[in-house]
């Protein structure tokens, strides 16, 4: 069965500093979304991404935050300059259309120190 | 605004007993409801969702509009359904989808 890859599993950066995650949805999906659930809460929604634009995009995504699809298989998130509450587990979904349901990566464990 | 409430962080049942998760909307318009699954140490999964009123795992859901509620139901538990569920709206014409806290589902044998 097709799963999205998320890498790294686990990223420590420092604050202030830059990082980028990285997913590789379901090939054939065309709709794309970060969460993020910070410990102990709930999922919550960042963007989301149809046709190389942002469709959606929640208050927590901020001038802080960007997407990219680089190139056919790709979807990056990247946090500018992150700061201690962005701590949090990111997960990367795709679908194919908006009545599917997602699949989802296993998640990249995001610690600011 | 949307609003997803799951009340119950933490249910435990026996093997073989009914188990009920609630879930409770707020949304003006018509919803699409998720229900998804995290087992341990895996990724979050979709479990059902209402527009296809299927049986997953034995597990079902119906909407009920009157109450704004998609229980997830289930008539015997099995150990094998410990995990966490989360449950899920999507707004009309958004992709997006707003989750509840979740329930952490303990089946004991």
């Known amino acids: 069965e097709p799963e999205v890859t998320q890498t790294p599993s686990h990223q420590v950066t420092q604050m202030g500093q830059e990082v980028i995650l990285r997913c590789v949805p379901i090939?054939?999906?065309?709709?794309f979304y970060w969460y993020r659930q910070i410990l102990g809460q709930k999922v919550e929604f960042l963007v989301s991404?149809?046709?190389?634009?942002?469709?959606?995009k929640s208050e927590i995504f901020d001038d802080q935050f960007s997407v990219e699809r680089p190139d056919g298989s790709n979807f990056t998130l990247k946090i500018r300059s992150t700061k201690l509450e962005d701590s949090a587990m990111y997960f990367c979904?795709?679908?194919?259309?908006?009545?599917?349901?997602?699949?989802f990566g296993s998640g990249t464990r995001l610690t600011v120190v | 605004a949307q609003r997803v409430t799951q009340p119950e962080k933490l249910l435990s049942v026996f093997k073989g007993a009914p188990v009920e998760l609630k879930c409770n909307y707020s949304?003006?318009?018509?919803?699409?409801l998720f229900w998804y699954v995290q087992y341990s140490r895996q990724r979050l999964q979709l479990l059902l969702r209402?527009?296809s009123r299927e049986s997953i795992k034995g597990f079902t859901a119906d909407l009920n509009k009157g109450e704004t509620s998609f229980h997830l139901k289930k008539p015997f538990a099995q150990e094998e359904d410990s995990a966490m569920y989360y449950c899920?709206?999507?707004?009309?014409?958004?992709?997006?989808?707003?989750f509840g806290t979740g329930t952490r589902l303990t089946v004991i044998p």
């Open positions: 979904a795709s679908n194919l259309d908006r009545a599917s349901g997602y699949t």
């Open positions: 090939s054939n999906h065309l709709y």
């Open positions: 991404f149809y046709n190389n634009e942002i469709s959606e």
């Open positions: 949304y003006s318009g018509s919803p699409e």
């Open positions: 209402h527009i």
């Open positions: 899920a709206l999507q707004a009309t014409g958004a992709n997006n989808l707003f």
